[in-house]
């Protein structure tokens, strides 16, 4: 595939979330980077699936998440620890597909382009293959079908700064993406994640509802606002964005988190607690929902069932970056579990 194509599908939607474990211990998490997986189910020569389609999350060859594709062929994963994934369809009625997407601290949403080809008779599948076809090449230049090539080439060459960690110089092109095509969504989006990187707030929202007002049906930017306005302590509109991420995709994990998340800011300890299980529940590997379950047990007195997931997190995610804190945590509550008693 081209460099471009591909620099085009680890483009789009960043998700930042907010998390500190502030009992016993200084803040294990300042500013938390999740990772997200999103695309777009496209027919070869068609439009949308006339069915919603099965696509599978598969990571070292287990299936790590399953959805289905919305009306408009849309499907998404969130809260996703940086690593390499791969997007497959297995569907009665086209060929396989298995498209991969990487996820890094650096690129932190993986654009995924797909395009469906139907299955054929035995006597078309040796025909395509005596002419040379190969059903299973995909277009993925198609995701840049829709906006102007100039404002793609502005927005590849924004992806390339944020790469380097160009910030400044990312955002600017995303701006030029934006003035010739202003409702290039996917610039829209990643100018709200960098403006977040340099803890503009506001304009992170601004980017984002701009974002939501061009492709309302993707739950990630209702989210994306909804974390924006709990860093800004803005709870109502949270609560109000969470509502319509959750109304979109209601079993999402990164939804549930961020529920968990304003719960606890809230008071509302034993709702957050319902939640964060749930998140867990939804994606054992997010290891934030884990950390901020800890906080939630920890307010709420259950000082042994938070030295538990500690120790889960510890034992499980030897290279997680909140390890180190983690186990220094639970030192301390196990050294006063020790000094007081069983708690």
Known sequence: MGAAAYKLRRAGIAVFVCLSLTTLAPPLLAQTQLGTVVGEVRVQ???FPPQRV??????RGATMESVYTDGQGKFGFYALPV???FVDINDDSYEPVHQRAELSPVALTAVVQITLVPKTKKEDQQKEQISGGNPNVMDAREYAAHFPKKAVKEFEKGVDADGADKIDEAIRHYQRALEIAPDFYPAHNNLG???LKRNDLKAARDEFEKAVQLNHSDAAGYFNLANVCMLMNQLPDAQRYLDEGTRRQPE???GKFLSGSLDLRIGRLAEAEVALRQAVQLSPT???ARLQLVNVLLKEGKKGEARHELQQVVAAFPASPFR????????RLETASVAGGPS
Do not use: P
């Open 83 to 85: 690593n390499l994934y």
């Open 324 to 331: 180190a804190q983690a186990e220094q945590l639970l030192h």
């Open 286 to 288: 997010m290891v934030q």
């Open 45 to 47: 020569r068609g439009d």
């Open 54 to 59: 099965l696509v599978q999350l598969m990571i």
């Open 252 to 254: 999402s994990a990164l």
């Open 193 to 195: 994640s960098d403006e």
